[in-house]
């Protein structure tokens, strides 16, 4: 039934605004006669009211100009980042900052290693995840080292690399470490191993490929051979080419957020802490990550080593 009927107001907000409004205007209407006049006043507070709107002016002029002065200072500040940027042009930053203690990580030391191991980190993780094995390692006299990718860890802003482009920078940086006569830890005849976990066993496999069909046999000192790739959690490589040049295959890196938290969440690769679903905001910080590097994974094109454009 109609409340307009019944002699009831109506409870709704626009019109109970509306009721206040006019209600309002009534009351200002209604009091317009009967407000007084504001007294006349003399030469001397006319003039006292004047010096103190002309000090306010003052000041508002004084916090407009240092407002104007911020204002250009970050517009210079821009125009300088996009100078910068303009420069670089084309420069990729990788490329850039590289460095090889940006790719390879010692996490421990032993001054006359038997032999030296290389550990790739997988598929959203970083070389933290392979801290705790140095002092394993120590023992036995194996130097250890961990590849830290970027965009991640504390290279969280740089962006990701595919498979073949970062065992490109690790070649780059391992050489760079062999050839440096002044460090002695890093000897050529010490024998090298590589040990690749999903993602990360593609990487090694590409950098252990690229050394093996250059190292000349006749020429043992003149080259780096990589006695043993270790693979955990990954096909061999033609077939996980196989597997991505299948058009009927899922592709995770294109899939949503959740598919990808319940996948990683499946896969045993999260704590169990991030497992629970009311924890999935902070899951969802990896994601990025998780999807970048399912990307570079699934978008890997194999190639045999008769045909390998690695350094062409």
């Not at 307009?4 to 006669?33: C, N, W, Y």
């Not at 899939?255 to 969802?284: C, E, F, H, T, W």
């Amino acid at each position: 039934m109609n409340s307009r009927r019944r002699g009831v107001p109506s409870t709704d907000p626009l019109h109970t605004a509306r009721r206040d409004f006019i209600k309002e205007m009534q009351d200002l209407a209604a009091a317009g006669g009967t407000v007084a006049p504001p007294p006349v006043m003399t030469a001397e507070e006319v003039m006292a009211q004047g010096q103190k709107v002309e000090n306010d002016f003052s000041a508002a002029l004084a916090m407009a100009d240092e407002s104007i002065s911020k204002l250009n200072a970050e517009v210079e500040e821009l125009e300088e980042e996009e100078e910068e940027e303009e420069d670089l042009g084309g420069v990729d930053l990788l490329e850039k900052n590289f460095t090889p203690e940006r790719w390879i990580i010692d996490l421990n030391e032993v001054r006359r290693p038997i032999a030296r191991l290389l550990v790739f980190p997988g598929i959203g993780q970083s070389h933290m995840f392979y801290r705790t094995w140095g002092q394993y390692f120590a023992l036995s006299d194996i130097s250890l080292h961990a590849i830290s990718m970027p965009g991640r860890g504390n290279r969280i802003k740089e962006r990701h690399a595919g498979l073949v482009e970062a065992a490109r920078f690790v070649v780059r940086a391992l050489d760079e470490y062999i050839e440096d006569k002044d460090n002695k830890r890093w000897r050529q005849d010490t024998p090298l191993y590589l040990f690749g976990h999903c993602s990360g066993a593609i990487v090694a496999f590409e950098v252990a490929k690229h050394y093996n069909e250059s190292y000349d046999k006749a020429k043992p000192d003149e080259g780096v051979l990589v006695r043993h790739v270790v693979a955990s959690a990954c096909k061999a490589p033609h077939l996980t080419d196989e597997y991505n040049r299948d058009r009927y295959s899922k592709k995770w890196w294109i899939q949503s957020d959740s598919d990808l938290m319940d996948r990683a969440a499946m896969l045993g690769g999260v704590p169990v802490i991030l497992r629970d679903k009311n924890r999935r905001d902070l899951l969802r910080s990896f994601v990025p990550c998780i999807r970048e590097d399912l990307k570079a994974f699934e978008k890997y094109v194999f190639c045999s080593i008769d045909c390998s454009p690695f350094f062409s």
